[in-house]
């Protein structure tokens, strides 16, 4: 394990979340199951909030923040593997990718140009992206919420309750992404793996 797994994320950690989606008895539709999808996003969002910080202290070069970004990423979104056929938890661990990787996006795109200048509010933006989506144009969607992603990492607030007038989809899977992202910047501390 190299030292920037052990200071950040490792392959481990994530694979214990994996095992416990794995052994749980899971109801998409349960408080329980929200609440153990909430805990192993934060907990991943709290690694690429901890990178940024380092970049922010000058503890991480442009390069190495990048680097290391790419290696939580890497563990994060590899396809999960569960010893057996297991639909929820392929469910579960899919929206958690999901939401993750616009925040993986904006944390880079931050390293590299900073946060975006917006010409509206966040919201505006939200709403914009969710107009793209339903016209089949996700490439303009992220590039809306990587872009809202850079202002929250900047330290600007996020609302989520702009999701609350929106259809379900990625649009609202990213923002829920940034939310975690937000909370991690806030609270770093790390998720419990076990009850």
Request: with cysteine; hydrophobic share 40%; charged share 35%.
């Amino acid at each position: 394990m190299t030292e920037a797994e052990e200071r950040y994320y490792s392959p481990e950690r994530w694979q214990n979340w994996l095992t416990r989606v794995e052994e749980e008895d899971l109801d998409l539709e349960s408080e329980e199951t929200g609440r153990l999808l909430m805990n192993i996003q934060n907990d991943a969002a709290i690694a690429i909030a901890k990178i940024l910080t380092a970049y922010d202290d000058d503890t991480l070069g442009e390069e190495e923040a990048l680097d290391e970004l790419s290696t939580v990423h890497d563990i994060v979104m590899v396809e999960p593997e569960f010893e057996s056929e297991n639909e929820e938890a392929e469910i579960l661990i899919g929206s958690v990718q999901t939401s993750l990787s616009c925040a993986f996006f904006a944390a880079e795109e931050f390293i590299v140009a900073g946060p975006a200048e917006l010409e509206d509010d966040m919201d505006a933006y939200i709403r914009a992206a969710a107009d793209a989506e339903a016209a089949d144009d996700l490439d303009s969607a992220l590039g809306y919420i990587v872009q809202v992603g850079t202002r929250v990492i900047d330290g600007e607030d996020l609302d989520i309750e702009v999701l609350d007038e929106l259809e379900f989809g990625l649009v609202t899977e990213w923002v829920n992404g940034l939310d975690s992202l937000q909370s991690g910047l806030s609270e770093p501390e790390v998720v419990e793996e076990e009850d």
